[in-house]
Structure formats: structure tokens, C-alpha cells
């Protein structure tokens, strides 16, 4: 069974630190693997998603890495903003065609 | 293109009521996932539709089913709610042959 772990739970930065998300997952048999952004009380937003075949994506100020092997990706957030402030989801889709997701970490950046 | 739009939005429900939430997929995209959220558990996956067939089915009790249409519009019954069944409900469509799935705003469920 695909477990997706996520690391760290919380995390409090002050504004224009770059800062680094932590997934990992137990069965590397997967199609691919999405970070997603959540706020409070709302749907998810799809940030990055990354394909089975691939190594990174980027997108502006986000950066994710995937190494299947390993069972592991990051995310990477250049020069954070308050308005990054959110939880951050990572999800692997695996054979059963459904997407397992980690716990997220929830991120608040200081003004 | 219009996104993945649920309804309702909010629901209030007591105890032993059911309860029907409803899922309209982009345009084209034939494959429909459910998911639960909870505080406790996180998300879950609930069950996935396509072509109005069930290809998947997540480890939760007989008294949540759900339906697909033939315009790819899908539909998720809870029956005799529990306290238990309060969470976001989120509704995800794919396009036909991808690994993709976009994710609707939720429908988020008080039982009461």
C-alpha cells in the first residue's frame, strides 16, 4: 500500500528565504507525482506535477524535483512572499490509477 | 473552458440523513475521482468513474456510492450520515488517456 509522507508538518520563515518542502513515498511504481497548494477551507490548486519519466519541473518561483528511485521529491520556493502562506500537498498517482496524498505542510511566511 | 464545478458549495445534514453532491467535469474529460478530507485523515480517495463504469474503489463503507452519467456528470450518495462524514468533498476530472486530474472547489459537509 502507497504511503506519502511529508516533511515538515509546519514551517514559519520570514519573507524572501528560500525554503525546501520534503515528500516521500514508499512504492516507486508511479505515473507521477503532484504538489498541490491548499488554503484555508478551500479546493486544491495543482502547482507543479511531474511525470514518472521525469527529473524536475519548474514553474516561476517553484521548483519540483522527483527522484523515483529514491521514493523522493521537493519543492523548492524561491524568495517567499506572505501570500505563499498555505498547505502544501504532495500526491503520487499510482497503478490503481488513484492519487495517494502526504499530510502537507503548512507553511506561514512573515511579513 | 470552464473548470471542474461541484455543487453544492455547503450542506448542512443531521445524523441518519443521506445526503447527494454533485460533480460536473471539464469539457471532454471522461474520468471523474472522488476524495474525502477530514482533519484526521487527510485525503482519501473515495472512488473513480469512467465511461459511467466504476474502475476504483477506496476502502470506505458500502453507504457511500456514487454514479456517473453519459455527459460525464458524476454523482456521490451518502446514506445514514454520521458525525464522521463531515469533510471537504473534492471531485477531480482527467482527460481521456492522461494521468492528469483537475480538481473542483469541494463541497464541504456538516453533519450535525
Known amino acids: 500500500k502507497q504511503e506519502v509522507t511529508q516533511i515538515p508538518a509546519a514551517l514559519s520563515v520570514p519573507e524572501g528565504e528560500n525554503l525546501v518542502l520534503n515528500c516521500s513515498f514508499t512504492?516507486?511504481?508511479?505515473?507521477?507525482l503532484q504538489w498541490f497548494r491548499q488554503d484555508p477551507g478551500k479546493g486544491l490548486t495543482s502547482l507543479l506535477l511531474i511525470q514518472s519519466s521525469q527529473r524536475e519541473q519548474t514553474s516561476g518561483r517553484l521548483n519540483a524535483s522527483l527522484d523515483k528511485s529514491s521514493g523522493r521529491s521537493t519543492l523548492y520556493i524561491a524568495a517567499s512572499q506572505p501570500g505563499d502562506s498555505a498547505t502544501y500537498l504532495c500526491a503520487v498517482l499510482g497503478s490503481a490509477r488513484q492519487l495517494t496524498f502526504g499530510s502537507g505542510t503548512q507553511l506561514t511566511v512573515l511579513p | 473552458k470552464a473548470g471542474v464545478t461541484q455543487t453544492p458549495r455547503y450542506l448542512i445534514k443531521t445524523r441518519g440523513q443521506q445526503v447527494t453532491l454533485s460533480c460536473s467535469p471539464i469539457?471532454?474529460?471522461?474520468?471523474v475521482s472522488w476524495y474525502q478530507q477530514t482533519p484526521g485523515q487527510g485525503l482519501q480517495f473515495l472512488f473513480e468513474?469512467?465511461?459511467?463504469?466504476?474502475?476504483n474503489k477506496g476502502n470506505f463503507p458500502g453507504r457511500f456510492s456514487g454514479r456517473q452519467f453519459s455527459n460525464s456528470r458524476s454523482e456521490m450518495n451518502v446514506s445514514t450520515l454520521e458525525l464522521g462524514d463531515s469533510a471537504l468533498y473534492l471531485c477531480?476530472?482527467?482527460?481521456?488517456?492522461?494521468?492528469?486530474?483537475?480538481f473542483g472547489a469541494g463541497t464541504r459537509l456538516s453533519v450535525l
Open positions: 468513474y469512467f465511461s459511467e463504469t466504476q474502475r
Open positions: 469539457s471532454g474529460h471522461r474520468s
Open positions: 477531480a476530472s482527467g482527460p481521456p488517456e492522461t494521468n492528469i486530474q483537475y
Open positions: 512504492d516507486s511504481a508511479i505515473y507521477n
